[in-house]
């Protein structure tokens, strides 16, 4: 593996994390804050912001370092008729939905009420759904690099 691959798979892997993670945090403990008053609206609205800013990043890395790595490791044939290459094409669509998700819920949460409770609520659902996505992306990459599927 060449320097700029582990460059490559390492700026994927580390932005992939952070961003996951940071939807399953903003589901699992800013939201639920935000509901029980903890956290006021224009303070929800500017962390869905910056959760929004952080997608619309990944957008940029995710095509660089993603790009690279499946036009080195993979041709039309293997991404179509492998497993690991269904596994990578799973992955590209769970990363639309959920950065679709995150900007239809964030623009939720910040086109709400000034009122916490309200944005939240209004984000909820949109979040529950990109939780479950972040999930999803969590497992099929923990698929890909158990390397045991081919």
Same mark, same amino acid.
């Given at each position: 593996? +060449? ?41 929800? +609205? ?7 800013? /952080? ?33 990578? /094409? ?20 910040? +086109?709400?009420? +000034? ?36």
């Amino acid at each position: 593996m +060449s320097a700029v691959d582990v460059v490559m798979w390492s700026l994927h892997t580390a932005f992939a994390g952070a961003w996951t993670g940071s939807v399953l945090f903003f589901f699992a403990a800013v939201l639920p804050a935000a509901s029980r008053g903890s956290i006021d609206g224009p303070t929800l +609205s500017a962390i869905a912001t910056k959760l929004r800013w /952080l997608t619309r990043a990944g957008v940029v890395v995710f095509v660089a370092t993603g790009g690279h790595m499946a036009g080195t490791r993979y041709t039309f044939d293997s991404l179509l008729g492998t497993g690991r290459g269904h596994l990578v /094409l799973t992955m590209l669509v769970l990363w639309f939905v959920l950065t679709a998700l995150v900007e239809i819920g964030g623009s939720r949460i910040e +086109s709400a009420d +000034s009122n916490g409770q309200d944005a939240a609520a209004a984000g909820r659902p949109i979040f529950l759904v990109a939780g479950i996505v972040a999930l999803g992306l969590l497992i099929d990459a923990g698929l890909l690099a158990s390397g045991q599927i081919v």
